[in-house]
């Protein structure tokens, strides 16, 4: 059975850093794709970045790519999202997902999400 598991959210303030967790389990993280994508209540869900199953990594936000950095401990079966120099605008719900073909910015690709972790940034 497949689990993804986020943890790592919570409150900031402007400036501040977090640092996220996607663990999973039932899949072997050296053969594929994992996303964190973020999603705030009236709004698309938003793509973050994406690690592939080689290493390699694709950000698909101009306003984040300079802030966020995404990585991944395949021994650990974990996917990091490094938050650093977070604004009020990062606010949202951050989800991890698991695609088993490619890395994309297109969230309906995706096989697998978990529930996902709040990060709230507040003055």
């Known amino acids: 059975q497949v689990r993804i598991v986020e943890s790592g959210g919570g409150l900031a303030q402007p400036g501040e850093s977090l640092k996220l967790s996607c663990i999973t389990s039932?899949?072997?993280?050296?053969?594929?794709?994992v996303a964190w994508f973020r999603h705030v209540p009236g709004k698309e869900r938003e793509a973050i970045s994406c690690?592939?199953?080689?290493?390699?990594?694709?950000n698909y936000s101009d306003s984040m790519k300079d802030r966020f950095t995404i990585s991944r401990d395949n021994a650990k079966n974990t996917v990091y999202l490094q938050l650093d120099n977070l604004k009020p605008d990062d606010t949202a719900k951050y989800y991890c997902?698991?695609?088993?073909?490619?890395?994309?910015?297109?969230?309906?690709?995706?096989?697998?999400w978990g529930q996902g972790t709040q990060v709230t940034v507040f003055s």
């Open positions: 997902a698991v695609d088993l073909k490619v890395c994309t910015n297109w969230d309906l690709e995706f096989d697998y």
């Open positions: 039932g899949l072997t993280l050296d053969a594929i794709n």
């Open positions: 690690t592939t199953w080689r290493g390699q990594t694709f």
